[in-house]
């Protein structure tokens, strides 16, 4: 793929460096990879979230990133790890 498409007409990062990135009122704030965050306010929104989306940058407000399963686990039941320490040492 050329420059010219890798690139974004005023924006002086190439997409293969962004990682994520959401839309307030009419300002795109962008995660870089090296964890950089940016702000970028385009002539163009549409154009610009379409331009995101064909090099594949996350969409915070459509994936957070967070596995379903980490937002619905049951804190009640504890399976493992650090609670069934507790009960073991207890039982001593």
């Not at 549409?46 to 994936?63: G, P, Q, Y």
């Amino acid at each position: 793929m050329d420059n010219e498409h890798i690139f974004y007409p005023e924006f002086s990062y190439p997409a293969l460096h962004l990682s994520a990135f959401t839309l307030c009122i009419d300002v795109f704030i962008i995660s870089l990879k090296n964890g950089e965050i940016v702000r970028f306010k385009p002539n163009e929104i549409a154009h610009f979230k379409e331009w995101l989306n064909r090099f594949k940058v996350r969409d915070i407000t459509v994936n957070d990133g967070i596995p379903h399963t980490d937002r619905t686990s049951n804190l009640s039941k504890p399976t493992h790890g650090f609670f069934n320490l507790i009960k073991r040492s207890k039982r001593k």
